[in-house]
């Protein structure tokens, strides 16, 4: 009974209808960095306390799972990949670094940087792990 509840409680979220977040948010266009410090936003909020996830509306929980699939995303991606190796600066990112520790060193240095929200939020996650020394170029 449990999970026909479950079921049906995602299939009523997923056919009610884009909200005005949602039906707002440009999927189709590369991620910038101010719209994906506004998806993490929600997460200041949060705190370590999972039980505040309760307080998020629909759409916020929405950003929230955006910042956290793109970061993840971007971490996979770019795990032991080799950046610059023609002018000697490489560096090799290790799975060391987690989500829960890039979202805030990442909503820092946008704290510090609004002016950089139209650039490339993969170039601006970057700039953040050497900035907020997460990663060290060698």
Not at 16 to 39: C, R, Y
Not at 88 to 97: E, H, P, S
Request: hydrophobic residues 45%; glycine residues 8%; contains cysteine.
């Amino acid at each position: 009974m449990q999970v026909f509840a479950s079921v049906a409680a995602v299939i009523v979220l997923l056919t009610a209808g884009p909200t005005p977040v949602v039906a707002q948010t440009p999927l189709s266009k590369p991620m910038t960095a101010g719209f994906l410090n506004t998806s993490c936003s929600p997460i200041r909020t949060l705190g370590s306390n999972e039980s505040n996830m309760k307080s998020l509306t629909r759409d916020e929980m929405f950003m929230v799972g955006l910042c956290v699939g793109f970061i993840d995303g971007w971490l996979q991606g770019t795990r032991n990949a080799l950046l610059d190796e023609n002018h000697g600066n490489t560096n090799a990112f290790t799975n060391k670094i987690t989500v829960a520790q890039l979202i805030p060193v990442f909503l820092a240095y946008m704290a510090k940087h609004p002016e950089k929200k139209e650039a490339s939020a993969g170039l601006i996650l970057f700039m953040s792990v050497v900035e907020g020394k997460l990663q060290k170029l060698r």
